[in-house]
């Protein structure tokens, strides 16, 4: 009963947030967070540099997804200084594959693919677990069940990118079809749930000139499609059904990335179907073939207040406090955008 009141917290929390953010982040106040005064101009002028709101979602989405793995492993019985330095090994290896794989599909230096950073972690996240269990097995003799492990990783994930969502809606970025542009049963079935984006700094107005009119809601769905299975798949772990934890959230994440693809307008690469979908496809193959080769073994038995505990570990909260700050750095300094900062002296306040 305690696993499904806090699945149950959880799904109105992340409800909550996404009203919110479905409603608002489309406008141009929300694409922009900070400019910080950089380069002094000739005269009173600064060149600033732009902190945007889809860094400050991307670090919430990396943290969060890191919060949830290390609660369920820890509710599984995994010792906390293996599950650390997994969860450095994670980031510190997909966080860059993101630019990387954008880099060489899309052609361009100043943008990242969850997609490739999601493929990336599925395909290499065994082995890492199987290199850190070899380790600690020399000095510590503990051993990390790699099953347990991927299908934590693999609800993370799910949460993380749903979260993330929010990140693209505020730059304006992965959007949807224009709805006039759809068929007319999507026009009808759509018409009232269409994104609107306003500002002519977002990715949507400068690359395709979409800012100001109705588009397919894509960030929005994923958003719900990702936080749900997110959610199947934390019960399913702490009732200690890794197996299939693992393989329906990483099959339904996969093949929606596949299926939403169809509906986006923003440039994934060459061809009718993108490096992004393959790499989609393949991710389920894994995720099957990995399901077998690292059948479940742990005890079902899950202690989620163990979980919870550990939350208020000072090494958990500083390794949290950590990957959002780089995270936010990483991606929120803005390269697409540049600002002019000035400053005065408001008189009747003196």
């Not at 009732?239 to 986006?264: H, K």
């Amino acid at each position: 009963m305690q696993h499904l009141l806090f699945v149950a917290i959880l799904a109105l929390l992340l409800t909550l947030i996404m009203r919110w953010g479905f409603k608002h982040l489309p406008d141009e106040k929300w694409q922009i967070l900070a400019s910080v005064p950089r380069i002094k101009h000739d005269g009173a002028s600064w060149a600033g540099i732009n902190f945007t709101f889809y860094g400050f979602f991307s670090a919430c989405a990396y943290t969060f997804a890191s919060a949830i793995l290390i609660l369920l492993l820890e509710s599984a019985g995994v010792s906390l200084t293996p599950l650390i330095l997994l969860t450095v090994c994670v980031l510190g290896i997909c966080v860059p594959a993101s630019k990387v794989i954008a880099r060489i599909v899309e052609k361009k230096s100043a943008t990242f693919t969850v997609s490739g950073a999601s493929f990336i972690g599925i395909a290499v996240t065994p082995f890492i677990v199987i290199a850190i269990n070899a380790a600690s097995k020399t000095f510590t003799g503990f051993s990390m069940p790699v099953m347990t492990i991927m299908a934590a990783l693999s609800t993370a994930y799910a949460f993380g990118e749903g979260i993330g969502r929010l990140a693209c809606i505020s730059f304006g970025c992965c959007y949807g079809r224009r709805l006039s542009e759809c068929p007319a049963w999507v026009q009808r079935l759509m018409g009232g749930a269409c994104f609107v984006f306003s500002g002519k700094t977002k990715k949507i107005a400068y690359s395709h000139g979409l800012d100001g009119q109705k588009v397919l809601p894509v960030q929005a769905a994923t958003s719900l499609i990702f936080c749900t299975i997110g959610l199947i798949g934390l019960y399913l772990f702490l009732e200690g059904y890794d197996t299939a934890a693992f393989i329906l959230t990483v099959c339904i994440t996969q093949i929606w990335r596949f299926v939403s693809e169809l509906f986006r307008a923003d440039y994934r690469g060459e061809g009718d179907i993108s490096v992004y979908q393959i790499l989609s496809l393949i991710s389920v193959g894994l995720a099957i073939v990995y399901g077998i080769l690292f059948p479940a073994a742990r005890s079902p038995v899950t202690d989620i207040a163990a979980g919870l505990a550990a939350m208020w570990n000072p090494s958990v909260i500083i390794l949290l406090q950590s990957i959002f700050a780089a995270i936010f750095i990483y991606t929120g300094k803005s390269r697409v955008t540049a600002s002019i900062l000035t400053f005065h002296v408001v008189q009747d306040r003196i």
